[in-house]
């Protein structure tokens, strides 16, 4: 019931075989999936998985509330919103 014969072994062998060449062809796919989609990002100046960022990419800038209109504004180039009692320069 339990025995070993040649089918048997030789059928498991196999299994192993193509399940051990199957992850070896999805992980090479996947890879080049990755390396095209880390060229997009550098080729669009954008932060890549690394974390590095390119020279030229756009960077964020905090943005803060103006207390007199409610609009929000760079904190680093804020400039006036017209009204009277505007706290940033214009």
């Known amino acids: 019931m339990f025995g070993f014969s040649l089918t048997k072994i030789l059928f498991t062998i196999a299994a192993v075989l193509v399940v051990w060449y199957g992850f ?3 992980s090479r796919i996947q890879a080049q999936r990755q390396a095209q ?3 997009v990002l550098r080729d ?3 932060k890549s998985p690394s ?3 390119e020279a030229g990419a756009p960077t964020a800038e905090d943005m803060v ?3 007199v ?3 929000y504004v760079a904190a680093g180039a804020a400039t006036a919103c017209g009204q ?3 706290p940033y320069p214009g």
Do not use: F, H, Q, T
Request: aromatic residues 4%.
């Open 65 to 67: 509330r103006c207390r």
């Open 24 to 26: 070896k062809w999805v």
């Open 44 to 46: 669009a100046g954008r």
């Open 69 to 71: 209109c409610g609009d």
């Open 84 to 86: 009277a009692d505007c």
């Open 51 to 53: 974390g590095r960022r």
């Open 37 to 39: 989609a880390n060229e």
